[in-house]
């Protein structure tokens, strides 16, 4: 079955505790992203990355890291998590960067 | 301003009427324009893809862009309640970046 999965599904951490949520496809798909959604502010983009080696900073990109090693995998990490990072998390793919698949999401909370 | 505004809502309608949707944009290099439906809880799925300008259907569900008003629109003929769902506009440009618009929840009441 074609899909973009992420773990953890669900987290709660502390304040500067590194964590990383990880984000897997199994179609191909040079393009792969990560959001956060917010009540209020919707759908921010925080990092995408158009093909293995190659990582650009969305909208949001303050606290986070990424790295994009292999095509199928692209990895969000924060460093020093904030309780400003709490959040829910999405990743996509896509072909080229128009039509994306998102994952189920991970709800994040930093106390 | 954001780049993309889209009217939260929430919209409530009746089982069988048409479902109106639409959002404008202030970026001219935004060229292909997605609505997606996002059920409580579940990622982001999407429904209509279009590139440009024009009209595109599917079932149920009519996309239209209007680049030169800026402005695009996703109509939904006789509603189900299973359509009850948060639907976001999102447009992609030369970048790459995708923006999305806030939402609008609808409910399609029995």
């Known amino acids: 079955e074609a899909q973009v999965t992420q773990n953890p599904r669900y987290l709660i951490t502390v304040t500067g505790k590194k964590l990383t949520v990880t984000c897997s496809q199994n179609?191909?798909?040079?393009?792969m992203s990560w959001y956060r959604q917010d009540p209020g502010l919707g759908l921010r983009q925080i990092y995408y990355?158009?093909?293995?080696?190659?990582?650009d900073k969305g909208d949001v990109p303050e606290g986070y890291k990424v790295s994009r090693k292999e095509k199928r995998n692209f990895p969000l990490i924060l460093e020093s998590p904030s309780p400003n990072q709490t959040s829910l998390y999405f990743c996509?793919?896509?072909?080229?960067?128009?039509?994306?698949?998102f994952g189920p999401g991970t709800r994040l909370t930093v106390l | 301003q954001k780049e993309v505004e889209q009217d939260p809502g929430p919209l409530s309608v009746p089982e069988g009427a048409i479902v109106s949707l639409n959002c404008t944009y202030s970026n001219s290099a935004f060229q292909y324009f997605m609505w997606y439906r996002q059920y409580s809880r579940k990622g982001p799925e999407l429904l209509m893809y279009t590139y440009s300008s024009g009209n595109k259907e599917d079932g149920r569900f009519t996309a239209q862009v209007d680049k030169s008003s800026k402005y695009i629109s996703l109509f939904i003929r006789d509603s189900q309640p299973s359509d009850s769902a948060t639907y976001l506009c999102a447009m992609l440009g030369d970048d790459y970046k995708l923006s999305f618009g806030a939402g609008t929840t609808v409910t399609v009441r029995a």
């Open positions: 179609m191909n798909h040079e393009y």
């Open positions: 996509a793919s896509s072909p080229k960067g128009s039509e994306q698949f």
């Open positions: 990355s158009m093909n293995v080696e190659v990582t």
